[in-house]
Structure formats: C-alpha cells, structure tokens
C-alpha cells in the first residue's frame, strides 16, 4: 500500500499521507482549501498496534475484557487534533510559523509567544498540544447518551492508542518530549473528560437557562452514573494500560501508576488540590495548567 498516495477530500479539508518523519501540520493552499498532512508512520503503528492485539493472549486484558480498538477512529481523532491547532489559532500564536506537528519537534526551532515569561517559553507547545487534545477529545466522543456506552469506550479507547503510538515514536527516534506533553499527562485529561461526560447534557441545560448551578433532576441517577464508571471508564484505564504494555511502552505503564491513585487524582485535580497528586501525568497537567489558562486568555478560550 502506497500511504503517500491515500487521500481522503472532506469538504475543503484535504487529507495527505506523507513519509518524512515530524512533518504533520496543517496548511491552507492558494485556492482557500485546507490541506491535513499526517505522517503515515502514525497509520503503520496503528495497523501493526491492533494486529498485535488480536494476537494478544486473551489473559493479557482480562482486567478490561478488551476487544482491541478502531484503527480509523484512532485516526481520525488524529485528523481532529490536527485540525484543532488551525481552529485555535495555534500558528498565528507561533508567529505563523507552522510548526505544530505530530511527532515532536524537538529539533526544529519554533516562535514562543513573545508576551509571556521567558521561564515560562518551555511550557507552551505542551499546552498547545493539550489544547488541541481537548477539543479533538471532546468532539469525537461527542455527547453523552445511556445507548451510546460502548461506541464512547471504543472511541476513548482509540484516542488512547494515539496517544500512546505518539510518545512511542518520539522515543524510539530518540526525542524527549520538549515539545510534547507525556502520554500519560493526555490520557490523564481524556479520561478527566470521561469522567465529567455523564454530567455534560445538564450542564448545557443549566447554561440555556443562565442557571448557576446543576438541577439535580437533570443529572442521570446515582445508580447510572456508577454503572458508567464500571462499564466504561474503569475499562478505559486498563485499556490504556493494557496498549502501553502491549506497545512495549513501559514508561507509560509507569506514569500511569495505578487505577485508585490515578482516579484519585482525577478527584483531587478536580477540586483543585494539586499538591495532593500523586501520579506522573496528573503532576505534569498541573504544571502546565496555569502557563495554559494564561496562553487561552489571550485566545479567549476557556481553560482545560
């Protein structure tokens, strides 16, 4: 199969297939059409990722029952993140210069914002990163639905896989993440996401009414809620874990430390105790957090 020559037309949105390593970005051509080049070395990892699944023993995942991941969706959300660093404005942020790319960009030279601390130049392209990963998560899982539990925990699920194939390139070209958040620090805000999702719908119900809080009649029953922890983000952890290890990426295994510290400081960072966090992941988004609020200011978007 010829991946440089695999293109799909969305509309205005082209999607190219290139070869050369670290050149994913997005640009818009002559004729107004937006062009999405994605490395294909993305698209062989994750054909070569789920076919080591399915030769997987089955007592590797018992603890998630899992059944393997959509390698399209795991490429789409790819095609979204993508997308969502022209839609936020990231290249303008950057001087124009586009250097926003899938694999790390750690030996390219690059235009921090020139308003903020120079101590502080380090942070921006990982919360540029978490940015794109914020809105690309939350359009593809879309929204919240009793009939919709298992399509959300396969597409969580594929999100994970990029994730985990993303920092798995960049160490085996030998790139530390100077430019990249870690693959637990994004798994970490997926399944923050994952989390909240349940209590999205009246949310947006509270906001329509320009209601300051919640109705608890809104909100699906205590029962639901806990079912959709144990059919569904539960397993997505081990999901996760279960591509790391299958992936050979035991530094992921590692940052993700264990399912009760890992909810827990989803619990924590939640309620704002970020002293309280215990894991790899949870500590780095809180170190990014306030550099992040600080960098969708002057977007004027809300922060993660």
Known sequence: MDLQNIKFDLEYIKIDWVSRQGNSHVFEDVYGNLHVEICSSIFERAILLSRSLALCPRDKNTKSNFNGFDVRACLDWVILHELQHWKLGHFELL?????????????????????????????????????ADHDAIDFMLDRYSTDGWQ?????????????????????????????????????????????????IPAHIIARNRNLKEVSEGDLP????????????????????????????????????????????????????????????????????KNTNAAILNLLDYSSF
Not at 161 to 185: Q, R
Not at 229 to 256: H, M, Q, R, S
Not at 276 to 287: F, H, I, N, R, V
């Open 95 to 131: 001087n124009g210069v586009p250097t926003l790319h899938l694999i790390s960009r750690s030996k390219r030279s690059s235009n921090p914002i020139n308003s903020m601390p120079k101590e502080l130049w380090h942070k921006v392209e990982p919360c540029l990163e978490l940015q």
């Open 151 to 199: 399509g959300i925990r396969t597409k969580a699920t594929s999100i994970a896989a990029a994730m985990v194939l993303i920092e798995k390139i960049d160490t085996e070209n030998g790139i530390k993440h100077s430019t990249h958040p870690k693959a637990a620090t994004r798994i970490f805000q997926l399944l923050g996401h994952l989390t909240e999702m349940w209590s």
């Open 221 to 288: 029953s205590k029962e639901e809620q806990q079912a959709f922890g144990k059919e569904v983000i539960l397993p997505a952890f081990w999901d996760a874990v279960a591509l790391a290890e299958i992936a050979d990426a035991k530094t992921i295994v590692a940052d993700l430390g264990s399912p009760e510290d890992f909810f827990a400081d989803i619990s924590c960072a939640k309620l704002g105790r970020l002293t309280d966090l215990q894991t790899t992941g949870a500590k780095e988004w809180a170190d990014l």
